[in-house]
């Protein structure tokens, strides 16, 4: 077993793990943070994405040990307490969600783009997702809420309550 | 298992040498995927992703260094010029955002896989690289690397990749067909880094393939043919014409075959078409 100091979601834990255990066994199993998914296990799919140190990573191809002293955001990190963030409500708004197994995935991807340029073009954010699998919506859809997000971000567009 | 984060190539060579089963893990994403597979025989691994002197990307006169640890996404965020294209074409084409931001570009080159898109380009540039292990420190041809490593690079380390910069009558490019996840059998890489003189003719040029051999290499033979020769279609012919029988040559008898000599057509084709484009701007 090693020691680990890891920043998940703006908290701080000192963590007891297995040297064996990628990042996404640490966040699901023993952070509970099940909103991180495991697909193909091989950096396929992208389901497992989260941000690592401000980047688009997928967990399933990281070891646990390597984070020490990192900081990581998955999706439970992106909610404001009760409420859901931007980004989300604009894939609930676009219908950008269907069975939603690469939803939180999806969103990650959707939070790096957006915060590097809020007004991405079409052609960035298909770019932008394209380590992330849907099997459902034909991506349409999630592009456009990608661009209804960045429309919240920068003031083109507002929230329907 | 044992793990340790390294915070020097000192100290991981040390740890190389004394635990014969011990292996680096860099970006982790081919490493992860052979223990998982348990194709990998190793009790001991040594993480070298926060070593500093590793992660340094640089231009020093006419030389860009680049650390063996920089992630792909790092080194598209540098500047390259115009005439790189192919350089920054074929690390964009690696995997997806996520692989592209842990995947390094020493870990590309270690395994000394065929496909790896990183080669094509590296061959094409002449591009040193610099190798420690615990005896002593070289810097390898990228045309000898493959001989120098054999089937890998067992407790050494790669620490840097370098390459010149290009002159404004030189363009490098790079294409490729085939999907990663697919076998070697699918896949084709080429790389040209063509110099023409004031008469359009070829005055250097280094042609390097992946995928239609056991390492990434230089094909000298349609070097030599096409060298001194005005860069027109007729040499495109030729160059395509002289490549579908080095892979006749060199695949008879595979079932791959038929699927390289056309895909050959295309990727060369675009290479050669793309620096054409970039002399006519020039
Ligand atoms: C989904 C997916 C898509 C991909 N697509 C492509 C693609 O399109 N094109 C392509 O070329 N590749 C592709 N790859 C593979 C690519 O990500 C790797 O080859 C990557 O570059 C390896 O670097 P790493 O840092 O992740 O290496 P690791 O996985 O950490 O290590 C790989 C091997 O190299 C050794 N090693 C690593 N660094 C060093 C060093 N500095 N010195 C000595 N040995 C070292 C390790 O011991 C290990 O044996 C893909 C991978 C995945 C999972
Ligand atoms: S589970 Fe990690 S990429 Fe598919
Ligand atoms: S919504 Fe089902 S996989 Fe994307």
Avoid: W
């Amino acid at each position: 077993m090693i020691n680990l100091k890891i920043n998940v979601n703006n908290t701080d834990y000192e963590i007891e793990i297995d040297e064996e255990k990628r990042l996404i066994d640490l966040l699901r199993d023993e952070l509970r943070l099940t909103g991180v998914k495991e697909g193909c296990s091989e950096g396929e799919c992208g389901a497992c994405s989260v941000i690592l140190d401000g980047k688009l990573v997928n967990s399933c191809l990281i070891m646990a040990f390597q984070v020490n002293d990192s900081k990581v955001v998955t999706i439970e990190g992106l909610s404001e307490g009760d409420n859901i963030n931007y980004i989300q409500k604009a894939f609930i708004e676009a219908g950008a969600v269907q069975c939603g197994y690469c939803t939180p995935g999806m969103i990650l991807a959707a939070k790096a783009i957006l915060d590097k340029n809020p007004n991405p073009s079409r052609e960035e954010i298909r770019m932008g997702i394209s380590g992330n699998l849907c099997r459902c919506t034909g991506y349409e859809k999630i592009v456009e809420a990608i661009e209804l997000a960045g429309g919240y971000l920068n003031g083109t567009k507002t929230y329907r309550e | 298992m044992k793990v340790y984060k390294s915070n020097s190539v000192e100290e991981t060579l040390e740890i190389l040498k004394s635990a014969p089963k011990s292996k680096i893990i860099s970006g982790g994403t081919d490493l992860i995927i052979e223990l998982r597979n348990h194709n990998s025989d190793v009790d001991y691994l040594v993480d070298i992703s926060s070593i500093e002197e590793l992660k340094k990307i640089e231009k020093v006169n006419d030389e860009y260094i680049i650390g063996s640890a920089v992630p792909f996404s790092d080194i598209l965020n540098f500047k390259f010029p115009d005439n790189l294209k192919g350089f920054v074409n074929a690390l964009n084409q690696i995997g997806s955002p996520q692989i592209r931001n842990r995947g390094t570009i020493g870990g590309n080159l270690a395994n000394a896989s065929t496909s790896a898109d990183s080669a094509p380009v590296l061959l094409a540039l002449d591009a040193k690289v610099g190798i420690s292990t615990g005896d002593f420190e070289k810097e390898v041809s990228m045309t000898d690397f493959y001989d120098f490593i054999g089937e890998g690079l067992y407790h050494g380390i790669i620490t840097y990749i370098k390459f010149k910069e290009i002159p404004l009558n030189s363009y490098l490019s790079f294409e490729k067909l085939g999907y990663r996840k697919s076998l070697a059998i699918s896949k084709l890489s080429i790389s040209t880094n063509i110099t023409l003189n004031e008469n359009f003719e070829i005055e250097k040029i280094f042609v390097a393939s992946g995928a239609i051999g056991k390492y990434p290499m230089r094909e000298y033979e349609v070097e030599s043919k096409i060298i001194s020769q005005p860069l027109n279609e007729n040499i495109i012919q030729l160059s395509i014409e002289t490549m579908k029988e080095i892979i006749s040559e060199r695949l008879k008898g595979r079932s791959s075959l038929n699927y390289k000599l056309s895909a050959i057509e295309y990727v060369l084709r675009s290479c050669l078409e793309e620096s054409i484009q970039y002399f006519k701007r020039c």
